[in-house]
């Protein structure tokens, strides 16, 4: 049965079809923009183009038309995923992988697939320019496989700069890095490799600038699971750099540290808005089987997650936190004290000062449990999951406080200020949510939001 109730207020989402990586994230002319890789006809198509939506408060979504259709031969089968770049003209500029698989008995990886980049320009962020190819896989370094793709450009020392992800000859990550003058004509600058071999591929790297330090974000695919950490098919981290991305050739894959724990998180990508915040959205989704995020006759699958404002720790790691805007949606604070009963599932909750083991559970069927220094999610039906069951992760100290976004479908759980986070949809099939705290802390309370 479909719940209207499980369409997130606060999370991007197509009314139809399906979505996958956020592209193109940025303050434009007034607006945030998400662009995102979307499926119009899913689930009969899985051809790729850019979905967009608009926001002025990074909370409420408006979905536009689809942004970028494939119409050229270069894109013919995807529009892939890209960045925007602002240039001090006031253009926005995107950058795409236009990506072309070839019919036919290929491996796809060495022959039979093209990964071309191009260049469409708007004046408003409303109507895009002819599309303009910029790269071809013979412009890449001749160690490359013929996966390279997702770029991410930005300006530095009066330079373009722009990151690649690729799967290097012998089934190593690696991230490329180009440098132009006028966005136009790139010139490969360098190639950055792990010490030791990090999966086959890195997908979507990106950059970022914290108190001084630069960040590279990447999606390496094919790192082994582990126990407590790593669960998914493929993994979304980061790195943060002792230099500059643009002067590294040598990644120690051994600081790289995930950015969310949950089963719905991949993909993220980083930009800077007018007031200077960094901001992360990721994909709230997953490609692993099995875990269906649009239970029977949901026409959409799949959404961001919130924007996330992003902070140097000082353990050298990332610390994540909801936008302060979301706090302006708070209704009345309640004292969470046993179970409260709300009537929407739409909610924020604080536990300040955990100090035992103990668990919030949401609806009797979705238990976020501390013990220790673990954190275990479960669900008690499999169908409230949605294919999802259990999971337990290492936390790097027992947790003293957490957070916890619901916004209908989607849940989000930040531990200690977002040095920890985890994300994960649930289908919920009561009307009211209710929440029972059986974790001793000092203070707990939770707010009702207003959509
Ligand atoms: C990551 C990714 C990207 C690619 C896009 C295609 O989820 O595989 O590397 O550009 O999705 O939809």
Not at 165 to 173: S, T
Not at 213 to 221: D, N, S, V
Request: glycine fraction near 10%; include cysteine; proline fraction near 6%.
């Amino acid at each position: 049965m479909i719940h209207p109730e499980w369409r997130p207020a606060f999370h991007a989402a197509p009314a139809q079809g399906w979505l996958n990586d956020p592209n193109g994230l940025c303050f434009f002319k007034g607006s945030y923009h998400a662009f995102y890789q979307y499926t119009r006809d899913w689930p009969a198509s899985n051809l790729r183009s850019w979905g967009h939506a608009v926001s002025e408060d990074l909370l409420a979504w408006r979905e536009l038309p689809a942004a970028l259709d494939p119409s050229i031969p270069e894109d013919r089968t995807g529009v892939y995923s890209g960045c925007a770049w602002i240039s001090p003209e006031g253009r926005m500029n995107l950058y795409y992988t236009g990506n072309v698989i070839y019919e036919g008995g290929y491996d796809r990886i060495h022959e039979g697939r093209e990964a071309n980049g191009i260049l469409v320009v708007s004046e408003d962020g409303l109507v895009f320019s002819e599309k303009r190819v910029l790269l071809r896989n013979a412009d890449y370094p001749g160690t490359c496989t013929l996966h390279v793709r997702d770029p991410k450009v930005w300006e530095h020392d009066g330079s373009l700069w722009m990151v690649l992800g690729a799967r290097e000859q012998g089934d190593r990550g690696q991230a490329l890095v180009f440098r132009s003058d006028d966005g136009i004509s790139w010139k490969h600058h360098r190639t950055i490799r792990s010490r030791e071999p990090f999966g086959y591929m890195w997908e979507c790297p990106n950059v970022g600038v914290l108190a001084g330090r630069e960040f590279i974000a990447l999606c390496p695919q094919g790192l082994p699971s582990e126990e407590l950490r790593r669960h998914n098919h493929w993994h979304a981290g980061y790195v943060v750099l002792d230099g500059r991305v643009i002067d590294t050739d040598t990644l120690d894959e051994t600081r790289f540290r995930e950015w969310d724990f949950g089963w719905d998180f991949y993909a993220p990508q980083i930009f800077t808005d007018e007031r200077g915040r960094t901001i992360l959205i990721g994909w709230m989704g997953t490609f692993d089987k099995g875990r269906t995020s649009a239970p029977d006759g949901l026409p959409w699958c799949h959404c961001l997650t919130l924007a996330r404002e992003l902070a140097l720790a000082d353990d050298g790691g990332i610390l994540q936190r909801p936008v302060c805007e979301l706090e302006s949606k708070r209704g009345a604070a309640l004292a969470l004290d046993g179970t409260r009963v709300l009537a929407d599932h739409l909610a924020d909750i604080e536990l300040v000062g955990m100090d035992a083991a103990g668990a919030l559970v949401l609806d009797g069927s979705l238990a976020i449990s501390f013990e220790g220094d673990l954190l275990s999610v479960s669900f008690s039906h499999p169908d409230v999951g949605a294919g999802r069951v259990s999971r337990t992760v290492k936390l790097p100290a027992p947790a003293r406080d957490a957070r916890v976004v619901i916004d209908r479908s989607c849940v989000e759980i930040y531990l200690d200020g977002g040095e920890t986070v985890f994300s994960t949809r649930w289908f919920p099939v009561a009307g009211e949510l209710s929440v029972a705290l059986s974790v001793p802390c000092t203070r707990a309370t939770v707010w009702p939001l207003e959509a």
